[in-house]
């Protein structure tokens, strides 16, 4: 048990943070000794590789990343003018099908994660309780182009486009798709490979990469009506080891999730789906079994909506220095908030310690309410 002492003043004198997007570059730093923690997971399997013959360098695993694609849901048209096939639930509901996650999973990501339908992380107690409907979702929703394919046409024309050699119109003009690309992780190999399936189906894709700071701008803080992006590819964490995820409908669905910002009031699910998100979030139910039914379907009815179309469940590669003794949980890895207790130098108290983090300030500071990132 050495290894997990608490010591509520700490065990270090300093700690220094600072920015390194670059994962193959913070392993060689880390192996130098120039850095000692990396807070941010490696997903690559040749990373990896490399880390498992290095003797200066430890890892642990976590579970509670996971990558999806985020919609505007605002149109048929923006403000702009510019067309928005998304605006369309069954449009939406029908990426599910051009996407191989386990393509994704395999080719991708070398194994290290799984195929993700719903907002509930896998092998999580929450997906445990309700895992005969989400069978159910995986086997319905399976990579099947063809069939995504049909349904997209079909409501593509009925939204007034035409489609002619090989590539999608609306009102004489390309249907282009502003697609926010994440660079400093997987999710750039990922936005690739989508922004290709989406150019199969006849779209045009104008593959906008960013890094946090910079999509921030767009797709959290824009006004989605404005037409400044169509896709996302968002990736969220989880920093514990949730008993019960049922509010995560609401939270990623519905206006309820994040009150007054501009993407979140644009979602306008079915009332159906609205008032089952309302009632799990504010908990309005009386027995396990009410509850848990309506877990069940809020799982269907998310694929229905789609504003989300979750991808992937990652297991999540966190590195150190040997000499380092840092504990990992199984949701966030090293970065969990516990670090400043625990983290220390395997044969001294005190030091400075040296944490590496793809970004240090992402949104200016707020005195009053502080940051969410």
């Known amino acids: 048990q050495e290894e997990l002492q608490i010591r509520k003043e700490g065990w270090l004198d300093e700690v220094i943070f600072f920015a390194e997007k670059d994962r193959a570059k913070a392993i060689d730093m880390m192996k130098a000794g120039e850095m000692h923690v990396y807070f941010i997971d490696i997903g690559d399997p040749e990373l990896f590789k490399i880390v498992q013959e290095s003797p200066e360098l430890t890892y642990d695993f976590s579970y509670g990343l996971c990558y999806e694609l985020t919609f505007n849901p605002v149109g048929p048209e923006f403000k702009n003018g510019k067309f928005n096939p998304f605006s369309n639930p069954r449009i939406r509901e029908a990426i599910n099908y051009i996407i191989d996650r386990n393509y994704v999973v395999d080719e991708l990501m070398g194994g290290l994660g799984a195929p993700k339908y719903v907002p509930l992380l896998t092998g999580y107690p929450e997906y445990e309780r309700v895992k005969d409907v989400i069978k159910k979702i995986e086997e319905e929703y399976s990579y099947n182009f063809e069939k995504g394919k049909e349904i997209i046409f079909e409501e593509m024309k009925k939204m007034g486009a035409e489609f002619k050699d090989g590539k999608w119109y609306y009102k004489g003009e390309p249907v282009t798709i502003k697609f926010i690309i994440r660079t400093e992780d997987l999710r750039k190999e990922i936005g690739d490979y989508v922004a290709t399936q989406l150019e199969k189906l006849g779209f045009t894709v104008e593959r906008m990469y960013r890094t946090s700071k910079e999509a921030a701008k767009l797709w959290i803080l824009s006004d989605p009506a404005e037409g400044l992006w169509h896709v996302y590819t968002g990736g969220w964490i989880w920093t514990g080891i949730p008993r ?85 949980d199984l949701a966030a890895g090293y970065s969990t908030y516990i670090w400043k207790y625990t983290m220390r130098f395997k044969d001294k108290v005190g030091g400075t310690l040296k944490i590496g983090n793809s970004e240090v300030i992402v949104d200016p500071w707020n005195p009053v309410a502080g940051s969410d990132w």
């Open 244 to 328: 019960e995820e049922a509010t995560n409908f609401a939270d990623f669905y519905t206006p309820l999730g994040w009150p007054g910002v501009p993407l979140w009031s644009a979602y306008k699910p079915a009332p159906e789906f609205y008032e089952i998100a309302k009632r799990l979030a504010e908990r309005d139910y009386k027995t396990i079994e009410e509850r848990n039914e309506l877990v069940r379907k809020a799982a269907e009815l998310c694929m229905k909506d789609s504003v989300r179309v979750w991808l992937v469940d990652q297991s999540a590669l966190w590195v150190k220095r040997s000499e380092v003794v840092a504990m990992a």
